[in-house]
């Protein structure tokens, strides 16, 4: 291996197409990463089992769109609502005991994954599955030097309406300033009659759903296996901490961090520049542990 | 009275002891290499827990990248066992690197030729990068679950670069050293006593010096910074230079297993560097009991000894009842099968006392 297989010399429309694949590889960080921001930002719960929900909602888009003939602008509805009722199932059942441990959490979620994994495997089979790219998103976007598919645009068009909907959810209804009451100071916040268990339940649903919706894309752009989750898992965790766990922070470290990934790999290649990414996101949160955007909100 | 007798240190120390004495009396009765073979790996996976139960129990850092140092010193094992293979005149390249047309032995591997420096570097270099890595975070004062994630994400990080590097590391396939691990003249076979023995010694060694360790005042001062990091730095203690060398301690035994389980299956590959393999250590100290290092020793045998004669019987369902059983220990026994045991202990020694010292202690309390 000589240095020049390793290392591609810079030349400008490549890099420039790669600085547009960044852009589609931060929508799909985004969207894995932004029901994980919710719950993590609301509960301080760290869910292992994230990658699962995504899962989920592969397989169940896979579902209504193969088994009941559904369209595809439909099924990811669906997913989202049949993804966010399994996570109220689940905020009920195993998450809520521990809020107070959240290390155990993430210990608990783990086994929840474990659960999930094999679940879907004993009903679905371990071969992998296909969700159906609809005709109208067979195109692809060529100008001079980019070229994107248009399941790719439509992811970026996705995520950015799913961020733009939490943010109105968060910041403009009432049930989003009582989520950030619960936030900043579940004591204070039930003293003013805020049920925030209630409210826990219902972001996580909500986190859950979101994850639901992403799956159900990722689906369409990657065969469906039972342990599909734990490929976004990392990554997932590592945009909403760089963020600083907060929403607008999120979005910005998605895609700092998808245009870094994809110009490392245009410089060499695609898991040396993991490498490089996750070291720097290391040495960045030794530096900064709070994060790109900090609210000021008390750390957990 | 002695009150209870699970937290008599002499009871203690007479389990450990027995359980290892135990442990290597083994090959007396069993004489299947194969299931010797198998024990010796579990021995390996509870060494890896006893390391998680140091690091997480006594310390409070839920380090999920304990694989780090397991990995790198799998792969220093497997360099050093692949170089005794090869011969510096006549084959002085492994093969897989020529299929990869690497034309000389990278400089990487060069001192692997010496087994001694193969060692040292096998068990030295893990041990260092650990130090390195946890002064970098809690010289900054990162704490809970920032630590998991920032070790999972160091973890993941080496998992692709030995992936990427095929020409260095053999890539996905992995290093299969074709002869066993020799010392001298003499070699461990993998399904032999010998290397059964080393790998239990290493449990023994490592396990009792960590327990002597948690008993000084080292060990003291590591979990005053579990339950308050604050109030004992308030106390005048350097928090962050005990956490580190804590860190490093148990990267140091993580790293041991790392050489016995190359030792003992004479292959190492990326997996030794997966997630979900460093998140099943955790499990295997959690099950057992974290706060406990026998414990943890414990819960690694049962769960890999289940996973292994269950887990072929009932194949499809096995991930699922693994998961339950593990859901079921973090919500009703934190402190796992070790906090059980606790509990019955402390039942049987309140019911023996309850007649006499309740009303002393109500006396005193009284005055």
Same mark, same amino acid.
């Given at each position: 291996?000589?240095?020049?297989?390793?290392?591609? $010399?810079?030349?400008?429309?490549?890099?420039?197409? +790669?600085?547009?694949?960044?852009?589609?590889?931060?929508?799909?960080?985004?969207?894995? /990463?932004?029901?994980?921001?919710?719950?993590?930002?609301?509960?301080?719960? @760290?869910?292992?089992?994230?990658?699962?929900?995504?899962?989920?909602?592969?397989?169940?888009?896979?579902?209504?769109?193969?088994?009941?003939?559904?369209?595809?602008?439909?099924?990811? $509805?669906?997913?989202?609502?049949?993804?966010?009722? @399994?996570?109220?199932? =689940?905020?009920?059942?195993?998450?809520?005991?521990?809020?107070?441990?959240?290390?155990?959490?993430?210990?608990?979620?783990?086994?929840?994954?474990?659960?999930?994994?094999?679940?879907?495997?004993? @009903?679905?089979?371990?071969?992998?599955?296909?969700?159906?790219?609809?005709?109208?998103?067979?195109?692809?976007?060529?100008?001079?030097?980019?070229?994107?598919?248009?399941?790719?645009?439509?992811?970026?068009?996705?995520?950015?309406?799913?961020?733009?909907?939490?943010?109105?959810?968060?910041?403009?209804?009432?049930?989003?300033?009582?989520?950030?009451?619960?936030?900043?100071?579940?004591?204070?916040?039930?003293?003013?009659?805020?049920? /925030?268990?209630?409210?826990?339940?219902?972001?996580?649903?909500?986190? /859950?759903?979101? +994850?639901? =919706? +992403?799956?159900?894309?990722?689906? +369409?752009?990657?065969?469906?296996?039972?342990?599909?989750?734990?490929?976004?898992?990392?990554?997932?965790?590592?945009?909403?901490?760089?963020?600083?766990?907060?929403?607008?922070?999120?979005? =910005?470290? /998605?895609?700092?961090?998808?245009?870094?990934?994809?110009?490392?790999?245009?410089?060499?290649?695609?898991?040396?520049?993991?490498?490089?990414?996750?070291?720097?996101?290391?040495?960045?949160?030794?530096?900064?542990?709070?994060?790109?955007?900090?609210?000021?909100?008390?750390?957990? | 009275?002695?009150?209870?007798?699970?937290?008599?240190?002499?009871?203690?120390?007479?389990?450990?002891?027995?359980?290892?004495?135990?442990?290597?009396?083994?090959?007396?009765?069993?004489?299947?290499?194969?299931?010797?073979?198998?024990?010796?790996?579990?021995?390996?996976?509870?060494?890896?827990?006893?390391?998680?139960?140091?690091?997480?129990?006594?310390?409070?850092?839920?380090?999920?990248?304990?694989?780090?140092?397991?990995?790198?010193?799998?792969?220093?094992?497997?360099?050093?066992?692949?170089?005794?293979?090869?011969?510096?005149?006549?084959?002085?390249?492994?093969?897989?690197?020529?299929?990869?047309?690497?034309?000389?032995?990278?400089?990487?591997?060069?001192?692997?030729?010496?087994?001694?420096?193969?060692?040292?570097?096998?068990?030295?270099?893990?041990?260092?990068?650990?130090?390195?890595?946890?002064?970098?975070?809690?010289?900054?004062?990162?704490?809970?679950?920032?630590?998991?994630?920032?070790?999972?994400?160091?973890?993941?990080?080496?998992?692709?670069?030995?992936?990427?590097?095929?020409?260095?590391?053999?890539?996905?396939?992995?290093?299969?050293?074709?002869?066993?691990?020799?010392?001298?003249?003499?070699?461990?076979?993998?399904?032999?006593?010998?290397?059964?023995?080393?790998?239990?010694?290493?449990?023994?060694?490592?396990?009792?010096?960590?327990?002597?360790?948690?008993?000084?005042?080292?060990?003291?001062?590591?979990?005053?910074?579990?339950?308050?990091?604050?109030?004992?730095?308030?106390?005048?203690?350097?928090?962050?230079?005990?956490?580190?060398?804590?860190?490093?301690?148990?990267?140091?035994?993580?790293?041991?297993?790392?050489?016995?389980?190359?030792?003992?299956?004479?292959?190492?590959?990326?997996?030794?560097?997966?997630?979900?393999?460093?998140?099943?250590?955790?499990?295997?100290?959690?099950?057992?009991?974290?706060?406990?290092?026998?414990?943890?020793?414990?819960?690694?045998?049962?769960?890999?000894?289940?996973?292994?004669?269950?887990?072929?019987?009932?194949?499809?369902?096995? !991930?699922?009842?693994?998961?339950?059983?593990?859901?079921?220990?973090?919500?009703?026994?934190?402190?796992?099968?070790?906090?059980?045991?606790?509990?019955?202990?402390?039942?049987?020694?309140?019911?023996?006392?309850?007649?006499?010292?309740?009303?002393? !202690?109500?006396?005193?309390?009284?005055?």
């Amino acid at each position: 291996m000589s240095v020049h297989d390793f290392w591609t $010399p810079f030349s400008f429309l490549p890099f420039l197409n +790669a600085l547009f694949i960044g852009i589609s590889l931060a929508s799909i960080w985004l969207l894995a /990463a932004l029901g994980l921001t919710i719950i993590y930002g609301t509960m301080g719960v @760290i869910n292992l089992a994230h990658g699962e929900f995504l899962m989920l909602g592969a397989y169940s888009t896979f579902v209504f769109q193969s088994l009941l003939g559904l369209p595809f602008l439909v099924c990811l $509805p669906l997913s989202f609502m049949v993804v966010a009722t @399994i996570g109220l199932l =689940i905020e009920r059942t195993i998450v809520r005991p521990l809020y107070a441990r959240p290390l155990d959490t993430l210990l608990a979620t783990w086994g929840l994954s474990l659960i999930l994994i094999q679940g879907v495997r004993l @009903i679905f089979g371990g071969e992998p599955q296909y969700v159906g790219v609809p005709e109208w998103l067979n195109f692809v976007l060529q100008a001079s030097f980019i070229s994107l598919s248009g399941l790719r645009i439509f992811i970026i068009v996705v995520a950015i309406a799913l961020v733009a909907l939490t943010w109105i959810l968060l910041y403009r209804t009432r049930f989003g300033v009582m989520v950030r009451a619960v936030m900043e100071d579940k004591e204070m916040a039930q003293s003013f009659g805020v049920n /925030a268990s209630r409210v826990y339940a219902l972001t996580f649903a909500y986190g /859950a759903g979101l +994850a639901g =919706i +992403a799956g159900g894309l990722f689906g +369409a752009v990657k065969t469906l296996f039972p342990d599909m989750g734990s490929g976004y898992i990392v990554e997932a965790f590592l945009v909403v901490v760089v963020g600083g766990v907060q929403l607008v922070g999120t979005v =910005i470290s /998605a895609g700092l961090l998808g245009e870094l990934n994809s110009v490392f790999s245009y410089f060499t290649n695609d898991t040396f520049a993991r490498f490089v990414l996750f070291t720097m996101v290391v040495v960045f949160l030794r530096f900064r542990p709070q994060g790109l955007i900090s609210e000021g909100v008390t750390r957990r | 009275m002695g009150g209870n007798l699970y937290h008599n240190k002499r009871a203690q120390w007479l389990t450990y002891l027995g359980a290892f004495v135990l442990l290597a009396l083994v090959p007396l009765i069993v004489d299947n290499p194969f299931t010797l073979n198998q024990l010796a790996r579990y021995s390996v996976y509870a060494m890896l827990a006893v390391s998680v139960s140091l690091v997480w129990g006594y310390g409070g850092i839920l380090s999920l990248g304990q694989g780090i140092a397991f990995g790198l010193a799998a792969y220093g094992m497997g360099m050093t066992m692949q170089m005794q293979f090869q011969d510096p005149e006549y084959d002085p390249i492994p093969s897989f690197m020529l299929t990869n047309e690497l034309e000389s032995l990278p400089l990487l591997w060069e001192p692997f030729w010496s087994t001694t420096a193969g060692l040292i570097l096998t068990l030295s270099v893990p041990t260092l990068f650990f130090v390195v890595f946890g002064a970098l975070m809690f010289q900054a004062r990162v704490a809970g679950v920032f630590v998991s994630i920032m070790t999972i994400a160091m973890l993941a990080a080496w998992y692709s670069m030995a992936y990427d590097m095929q020409p260095f590391t053999a890539g996905f396939n992995g290093i299969s050293p074709p002869l066993p691990f020799s010392l001298g003249e003499f070699s461990f076979d993998p399904y032999g006593v010998p290397a059964y023995l080393v790998c239990v010694g290493f449990l023994a060694a490592l396990t009792l010096g960590a327990k002597f360790l948690m008993h000084t005042k080292f060990g003291l001062i590591v979990q005053a910074i579990r339950d308050d990091a604050e109030r004992a730095r308030m106390l005048g203690y350097n928090v962050a230079a005990y956490q580190v060398t804590l860190f490093a301690i148990s990267g140091f035994i993580a790293a041991c297993a790392g050489l016995c389980w190359v030792m003992i299956v004479q292959y190492v590959s990326p997996t030794a560097l997966e997630i979900t393999l460093s998140i099943a250590m955790v499990v295997w100290a959690a099950v057992g009991g974290r706060l406990s290092l026998l414990g943890a020793i414990v819960g690694a045998f049962l769960v890999n000894g289940t996973q292994s004669y269950l887990g072929d019987e009932l194949q499809q369902v096995w !991930l699922l009842v693994l998961g339950a059983i593990f859901i079921a220990v973090v919500l009703l026994l934190p402190k796992g099968l070790a906090g059980l045991l606790e509990l019955c202990l402390e039942r049987l020694s309140s019911g023996k006392r309850s007649s006499d010292s309740r009303p002393d !202690l109500a006396k005193e309390v009284a005055e």
